[in-house]
């Protein structure tokens, strides 16, 4: 069984900063990928970023030169910080990890619970 732990989010100023982490706990042999989501009610969850293991990350377009991902691959853990935020980035942010439990298994997506990001003044 596999855990994902967020924690950071919390309301912020526009112009201000918060820095997300997500770690993944549990029966984990290796990581593929590990990213953040997010999502406003009434709209699909979208890609903020992702980092694969082979040190390629990508952005979406809305956040590219504020956001910046990062990885502890260590301690099986993603951050992502944030700069420059602005009120359209206030959603509920979500780590997705893809990974592989046991040698020689098939990668296996996880989501972890979400945390709230608001951005307002």
């Known amino acids: 069984q596999v855990q994902l732990v967020e924690s950071g989010g919390g309301l912020v100023q526009p112009g201000g900063s918060l820095r997300l982490s997500c770690t993944a706990s549990?029966?984990?042999?290796?990581?593929?990928?590990m990213g953040w989501y997010r999502q406003v009610p009434g709209k699909p969850r979208e890609l903020v970023a992702r980092?694969?293991?082979?040190?390629?990350?990508t952005y979406s377009d809305s956040v590219k030169g504020r956001f910046a991902l990062s990885r502890d691959n260590a301690k099986n853990t993603v951050y992502l910080q944030m700069n420059s935020l602005k009120p359209e980035d206030t959603a509920v942010y979500y780590c997705?990890?893809?990974?592989?439990?046991?040698?020689?298994?098939?990668?296996?997506?996880?989501w972890g619970q979400g945390t709230q990001v608001s951005v307002s003044s």
């Open positions: 997705n990890v893809d990974l592989i439990e046991q040698r020689g298994g098939s990668p296996r997506l996880y």
């Open positions: 549990g029966n984990i042999f290796s990581t593929v990928s």
């Open positions: 980092g694969y293991t082979w040190d390629i990350t």
